[in-house]
Nanobody
Framework: QVHLVESGGGSVQAGGSLTLSCVVS????????MGWFRQAPGKEREFVAA????????VYADSVKGRVTISKDNAKKMVYLQMNSLKPEDTAVYYC???????????????????WGQGTQVTVSS
């Protein structure tokens, strides 16, 4: 099991940018998949982006493609989510998640992840 702590959330106006960070602690290896998910009030948790710890293969939700970039720093054990051109519909609690040996085809499935952070709130005003 790994421990995940997110930070970087806040309130921004539409069109603004935020970069979320996720600190990964505990035993981990290169087979981990790291994902970002979000949950808006009254809605189900939805996939945003994911990256493989080794090699850096990425996948994005269509709703954020072109506006969001997921990246990692292996040495610092950090995962980032850079979000640009934010929209009010991006308002949600954003969660960092991790799963060891996750198939790439399963990266978008929240139920496959077994390590979750506590979440960080992102609020985008119009």
């Amino acid at each position: 099991q790994v421990h995940l702590v997110e930070s970087g959330g806040g309130s921004v106006q539409a069109g603004g940018s935020l970069t979320l960070s996720c600190v990964v602690s505990g035993p981990s290896d290169s087979s981990y998949a790291m994902g970002w998910f979000r949950q808006a009030p009254g809605k189900e948790r939805e996939f945003v982006a994911a990256i493989r710890w080794s090699g850096g293969r990425t996948v994005y939700a269509d709703s954020v493609k072109g506006r969001v970039t997921i990246s990692k720093d292996n040495a610092k054990k950090m995962v980032y989510l850079q979000m640009n051109s934010l929209k009010p519909e991006d308002t949600a609690v954003y969660y960092c998640a991790a799963k060891r040996r996750l198939l790439y085809t399963d990266y978008e499935m929240s139920h496959q992840y077994d390590n979750w952070g506590q979440g960080t709130q992102v609020t985008v005003s119009s």
